[in-house]
């Protein structure tokens, strides 16, 4: 009895006039809108946000759902966080409380407004979601962090510093390519990777050696937005189309220096656990959403996924697996690089955009006859892992 | 089946040596110790925490649960926030994945480590639980919040300044005497209401007309564990002698505007809808640990939870009826005014509480013979709202 999606909202991403509340609650009442569900009949609602605290100086953000609409009140609504991977634990727990017999239909909101900081403040909020004591609070940022794995993946594999910026300047050319068929996207540029070679330095400036400017993905304001339904529910009101077939959820040491800096280790069982859950492998299928915070992860991703065998990422977006159209379309959206990245929202955007692909209602590219997808969303660096598998049903 | 605890672990409160982490790691490994239960047996840690970002700045939390116990590394780990309820909404997410079947053995955590900020500092976070743009924002603290159900009521029920504020001191001066009894309280002191009455203004200043600084519950640092397990799970461990029989959660509005300010509206539902699942009335209570963080939410408890009557709360603490030995003792620990308040951790903090008196292993006061025992916590200014039910099954 997998839990199905019955209702998606999807906002505009970038730097947007909403407040965080407006995001919320416009999220919201898309997704019931969409599902044609009356919000009296939802049993509650659980919200993925990563620091309403830091960026919006609003904690206990749950209670605003209340402000979608009066049919909510007195309904349970709390907010769930892991950082960059908040939308997904949102979506976790609202699975479990309908597996549980809590609810019968859930609402799950991802939501996050960055903007209202300036760059500085932004780094400095995102910097809580490493291992302040020895990340954080020694001035690491979350570049930083990335930066160790490229320089980890180099040394293990034996990867020349030029030959990585060539890769990595593919992955960010393929995900800005990629985002100008999505009209929601913040930095839809059709651009190729000779483009972001051949720029500047003043133009791509080395944010965290070896990353630069165009590895990183975007300081966003943006919300997503999920009505989930037991299957008996979905089927009752002639909804049952799409199911999550498998979510699992690992979690490793928070200190980057506890664990592999080449590989996602705790992301790769929680793939391989799906994977088995769902009784898939890799080549069933159809498109991925994976969490390019940094182009560096999006190469890890490849790996960890198992499209390409450890030390071999490189490959996939060299001989064009990934693309559109290639063997298995990953961030067809523009991904975390050029859809954006509303942190505490990206985990129930990844689940939109898969849904989206299953119904055949793709925002942006469409993935014909898609049947399969992942979605593979980490938060911090990589110590929160969660690997969704949605199946189309009909 | 409903979800047992079979372990927990309570440490002291007050201004503490240890950091957030430590705290964490302390009271997750006193819980597995105490349930004699291996880590690498347990599914799933939740963890109730309210801002770890505003006083510790460490966001993303969860993963720092690893360093309990090695073998907790891959197991999902995730922090679920509701404001002051943060400890509450930590247990209703294990119990969903308990009765969903993703978990049989669920570690629960509450933890806060407040006192690394100054007065001034712990004011501001605390007032991100409240809704910003027209409360925080605008000066509003959590003393002014309660100040105005304190008005409310006066105005509702015809009630005095005077008189209530001799009714608020009984109250005061009741949990302080109570938690004289808590080896871990961390304001145990022998007082009656006449010594409150009779201090001097400097000594018992306004803090938010008409609440006094003995109105006000405390700073604290403290964390609390549980184990949770499916009723299956309890039995073959031998471990089966406590039920959380009800948790019911409920949403009012963020904004106190929005809603009554001589009751909590939201919470009487709860409280109601958790009698009824646990098939009980209030006269079946032997005990209640309710979230008097000010004085007046006491008196408004005493209410919600059909003690007595709408507008009778006074009575209550005037007749005896909730202190030890009376009718249905009332924050026997101590509460949050005396016991403390280490705001994500007080939700776990109560359930330690309820299940122990129902072990006959009470933290403080035993209530000779109790059987079933009621939990009240709320986030904000009664804007999340959830009652547990405990019953000793043998």
Redesign the interface.
């Known amino acids: 009895m997998a839990v199905n999606v019955i209702g998606t909202f999807h906002s505009k991403i970038g730097r947007l006039d909403e407040n965080v509340?407006e995001l919320l609650v416009q999220a919201g009442r898309g997704a019931l809108e969409d599902a044609g569900v009356a919000a009296g009949d939802i049993d509650g609602?659980w919200i993925g946000n990563?620091?309403?605290?830091?960026f919006?100086?609003?904690?206990?953000l749950?209670?605003?759902?209340?402000?979608i609409d009066p049919a909510?009140?007195?309904?349970?609504?709390?907010?769930?966080?892991?950082?960059c991977a908040s939308g997904s634990?949102a979506i976790?727990?609202a699975?479990?409380?309908?597996?549980?017999?809590?609810a019968e239909l859930a609402l799950v909101i991802g939501v996050e407004k960055m903007t209202s900081l300036d760059t500085k403040g932004v780094t400095k909020?995102l910097a809580?979601?490493?291992?302040?004591?020895e990340e954080?609070?020694l001035g690491m940022t979350f570049p930083g962090l990335f930066a160790e794995y490229a320089k980890g993946y180099m040394e293990k594999y034996n990867v020349s510093a030029e030959e990585l910026r060539v890769i990595l300047a593919k992955v960010a050319a393929k995900n800005h390519r990629n985002a100008v068929a999505n009209p929601l996207a913040q930095m839809p540029w059709e651009c190729t990777f000779q483009d972001i070679l051949d720029r500047p330095d003043q133009k791509n400036p080395m944010v965290a050696e070896p990353l630069r400017l165009f590895d990183c993905s975007l300081v966003s304001d943006g919300a997503a937005a999920l009505v989930l339904a037991s299957e008996k529910k979905a089927k009752e009101l002639g909804l049952a189309q799409v199911e999550l077939s498998a979510l699992v959820?690992?979690?490793?040491?928070?200190a980057l220096s506890k664990r592999s800096n080449s590989e996602f280790t705790?992301g790769k069982?929680a793939i391989q656990k799906a994977y088995e859950l769902a009784d898939i492998t890799v080549d069933d299928l159809d498109f991925a959403e994976v969490h390019d915070c940094f182009t560096i992860a999006e190469v890890l991703a490849y790996e960890a996924i198992g499209l390409v065998p450890d030390g071999e990422g490189p490959r996939a977006i060299d001989e064009g697996l990934v693309e559109v159209g290639g063997k298995l379309p990953i961030n067809a959206s523009g991904g975390l690089k050029a859809k954006g990245h509303p942190v505490g929202a990206t985990g129930v955007s990844m689940a939109v955009l898969a849904v989206r692909q299953l119904q055949g209602k793709a925002i942006g590219h469409q993935i014909e006859g898609a049947k399969v997808g992942l979605t593979y969303n980490i938060?911090?660096s990589a110590?929160?892992n969660y690997a969704l598998i949605f199946k189309r049903t009909k």
Not at 50 to 54: L, Y
Not at 56 to 60: F, G, K, L, T, V
Not at 249 to 254: I, M, Q
């Open positions: 509340y609602i990563f620091s309403g605290g830091g919006n100086s609003q904690e206990h749950a209670p605003c759902a209340v402000d909510l009140r007195f309904k349970p609504a709390v907010r769930v966080e892991n950082a634990a976790a727990a699975k479990n409380a309908i597996e549980a017999g809590e909020v809580m979601a490493s291992y302040w004591p954080g609070e959820h690992t979690t490793d040491y928070l705790a069982r938060g911090g110590a929160s």
